[in-house]
């Protein structure tokens, strides 16, 4: 029951949409009727600026990681075996499906990049950093966050199928299922950037205040 409970309770934590709550009491707009309408860490650095998009990117990766820890309330899992593990991917997987579909904003919400790193960076802090390695290269060569991300995402099972040899089956599963609907979340991003279409971004670049 208690096991419910705190995957509910995760998922609550995920449908708590910060770039819907810092563009509405910020800035007095719905950052989804914005931009690329996405609810997201990316289009609020495009609409909002540097300031809101980190406030954003900073919360959503936070919602990961706290979900996550709400595995620690859980007594049945003691830490260090694979019930443990089992059970901090199933809270994190709750929460980003509440930040995709959150219950609080009429399901509209984004697509789960940054939540899914805090999720990664919670359970196994290291392999996130490699992320972050991979992420930010892609994003200094090509200036796509939609290319950077779908690389991170690919890079993922890779380096824990390869680098960590990740025993837990479970977490393996989870990390070649979360590249995958990461790129088809991206489908259009991907026809964008075939097409020559896809915009880029600099994130040092100050935003106008006009929207």
């Known amino acids: 029951m208690l096991s419910i409970i705190l995957i509910t309770l995760a998922y609550l934590l995920g449908s708590i949409s910060t770039a819907l709550v810092v563009s ?7 950052i989804r ?10 289009n609020t650095f495009r609409v909002l600026g540097q300031k809101a998009g980190i406030i954003v990117m900073i919360g959503d990766i936070l919602k990961g990681v706290i979900a996550v820890q709400l595995a620690l309330l859980q007594s049945n ?59 930010v290269t892609m994003l200094i060569i090509t200036q796509y966050v939609s290319l950077s991300s779908i690389s991170a995402s690919i890079a993922f099972p890779i380096i824990i199928l390869f680098i ?20 088809l979340t991206h489908h259009k991003n991907i026809n964008r950037l075939m097409h020559g279409n896809e915009s880029k971004m600099n994130l040092f670049k100050r935003k106008s205040k006009d929207l």
């Open 33 to 42: 009727e914005h931009g690329s309408g996405n609810a997201g860490a990316t």
């Open 24 to 30: 509405k009491v910020g800035y007095g707009i719905d």
């Open 164 to 183: 960590y040899r990740e025993p837990e089956i479970m977490y393996r599963i989870f990390a070649v299922s979360a590249a995958l609907v990461v790129v």
């Open 77 to 135: 899992f003691p830490q260090g075996q694979d019930s443990f593990v089992n059970f901090e991917v199933l809270l994190g997987i709750a929460s980003v499906v509440g930040h995709v579909f959150p219950i609080w904003s009429d399901f509209r919400g984004g697509k789960g990049i940054a939540t899914l790193f805090g999720m990664v960076l919670s359970i196994q802090p290291s392999a996130a950093l490699l992320l972050i390695v991979v992420f």
